[in-house]
DNA sequence: ACTGTTTATGTGTTCGAGCACATTTTTTTG
DNA sequence: CAAAAAAATGTGCTCGAACACATAAACAGT
């Protein structure tokens, strides 16, 4: 199984190696004897050009921008830090350089701050994190205009400027929680399904999530819960939460669409009378100290480290050898519980 | 950001590329000066060789040989087949070529007789499944012999003739079926542990297994299960199973160490009237069959494709970027229920 | 048949690292 | 101090693909 050149096939076809050359990216100006001749040897013996060498040969460097949320005021987008770092380290040999902007994701103005700024720079692609579903559309048709690839991730922006979406399907993802739910929680039981944040923002994550949620239970023949749905930002938690249990209830679900799960717990512990199941999102370390000792019962991954990662692996590879970029990319939904979370942030 | 060359790095220190690259790979004949000074600013730049461009140059083919069981036999070998493919197709333009052979899982010697073959072909290094435990010591002992690396996938075997494992933790893969159980089985129930192959093999996982889930389940202070385990070939369970259940018990919960749980929850579903959960293992259609309709409640995916593809990646990555290969890498081990396994499937 | 023009084919250089070999400089020795 | 030996440094080619440029063959028009 001998590896051959472009050289050889010339020799093999009695062309010189530009003749090839001309016939594999068809740039015409050849015969249709040499072309006949080549092609026909190009199929016999299934010609794999030498991806290390064109790559060497077009050796650029490129440019790749990364803007997300600033994973010191919100510590969900610390992995997603951690997976560009990696890529980072691992590309930065092959002449790929990233840099990262961080924006407060509590502002719109912060956010189209830092791509103006991204603009300037003029980068080869741009992964952003439009947590902003409006403001993004916006930027978004600005870098396609200046002809800037554009990769996103953790929101799926329906919109044909994009040339990558990396993520999960939120709805199914709220359909994963609701069949937890129903294997752990009793049937006509109540069901809360919270929405929490520090901050509103009009991402549209949350909503999916629950559609799924309800949509599931819903189908159910014989589990009649009671569903009850509150959108909550995290200083009013506090009060809500405990009035709602302090008096006669029926709970014994609580859905969090957000990682914000842990305040949640961390609420539900002081009612250890009700035995309520707690299902929500993420592995921050907050939530790992409370599925740990069971507080929680299931988090759900939504993996952002290897979200941002594969992002910029599908940019990287792109750039360096020509591997096409699929226009969306669905990750698995890791169900996590007291003995596998190990396994999800350990790598 | 500029990118560095070494003929960049020549001529700042006002020498040869020659003597640059002597420094670079150590290789003296260096002075004193020269050496100070093109050090220094090796760091100072911190300079990054080109691994493309290294690759080239070194541009030789390897040659990796894959032995595995024949999937035509059992089909689980069938998405390690696929790992092997995907990564035979990402590397084949990358002067790297990967044979398969498949042996007879329940055949020692048929597993040597292959593995004599493999080592005429003198590869550069072998991806082997170490079914049987004993005959694959001897076997790698002769590889280490003839300098062929060895990866090993699915069975954690503690030697050092080994470069890498890649693979899961197979007593917290027990663990994991134990803390589902308890989530969804009622206190002071029975539960099974069935050990189901369609041959005994004498590889270890289905006891490390094991091992896992009833230290799980004994550390629980309230939860008094009743443990029961047998080890049966596929022929005996029908009837064994049969009589178990047409008696009276106080069955609730399976846990079937291997991915044959298919035909566990096809005999289970003769007794309606009990309600007996099952856990076991692998996305073979056969499970997602009965997955999908909740008669098996969990499986735990032990992505053999995802095993093989990542062990192949690692040696490829090895050979050309002198990237090191990690002696052991676990893999998460992923809790599927259904209306997850969809993500683990389509990868 | 001889230019001029189009079309086809071949040659040589580049990308960056790595290494063999050639050349220069320094040191040793009679 | 010259010759020989050793050490240091520099030069030039290779890997395979890509492309610019040079050359050659084919064809048209007068």
Redesign the pocket.
């Known amino acids: 199984m001998k590896?051959y050149?472009?050289?050889d096939i010339?020799k093999l076809a009695?062309?010189?190696?530009?003749?090839v050359?001309?016939v594999?990216?068809k740039r015409?100006?050849?015969?249709?004897?040499?072309?006949d001749k080549v092609t026909k040897l190009l199929e016999e013996i299934d010609y794999q050009?030498?991806l290390i060498?064109?790559s060497?040969?077009?050796?650029k460097s490129y440019h790749i921008c990364v803007i997300q949320p600033d994973p010191e005021i919100d510590p969900y987008w610390q992995p997603c830090t951690k997976g560009v770092n990696d890529a980072i380290n691992e590309y930065k040999s092959f002449g790929i350089t990233i840099d990262s902007y961080y924006f407060n994701h509590a502002e719109t103005h912060s956010f189209l701050k830092v791509n103006e700024e991204v603009l300037k720079q003029s980068p080869d692609a741009v992964l952003i994190t439009p947590v902003f579903h409006k403001e993004s559309i916006e930027v978004i048709k600005k870098y396609n205009a200046n002809n800037v690839i554009v990769s996103t991730i953790n929101d799926p922006l329906e919109l044909n400027g994009i040339t990558s979406y990396v993520g999960q399907d939120l709805i199914q993802s709220g359909r994963i929680a609701a069949r937890l739910m129903e294997m752990i929680v009793p049937k006509n039981k109540e069901i809360l399904i919270i929405h929490l944040d520090e901050v509103f923002n009009n991402s549209i994550h949350m909503q999916l999530k629950e559609k799924g949620f309800k949509n599931y239970l819903k189908n159910l023949s014989n589990s009649n819960y009671n569903l009850k749905t509150y959108s909550l930002q995290q200083s009013d938690l506090d009060e809500k939460l405990h009035s709602l249990l302090n008096n006669p209830n029926n709970v014994s679900g609580i859905f969090v669409t957000t990682s914000k799960v842990y305040s949640v717990a961390k609420i539900v512990q002081d009612f250890p009378d009700l035995d309520i199941k707690i299902i929500g999102y993420d592995l921050l370390d907050e939530n790992i100290k409370y599925i740990k000792n069971n507080a929680i019962d299931f988090l759900i991954n939504q993996n952002p480290k290897h979200q941002s990662y594969l992002c910029i692996t599908q940019l990287a590879e792109y750039f360096l050898f020509d591997k096409k970029i699929p226009k969306q990319k669905l990750l698995p939904i890791d169900i996590v519980n007291s003995e596998n979370f190990d396994g999800y942030t350990n790598d």
Chains 1, 2 share one sequence.
């Open positions: 590896k050149t472009i050289k010339a009695g062309v010189s190696k530009g003749t050359d001309r594999i990216h015409g100006k050849v015969s249709q004897t040499a072309l050009p030498n060498a064109r060497l040969k077009n050796s």
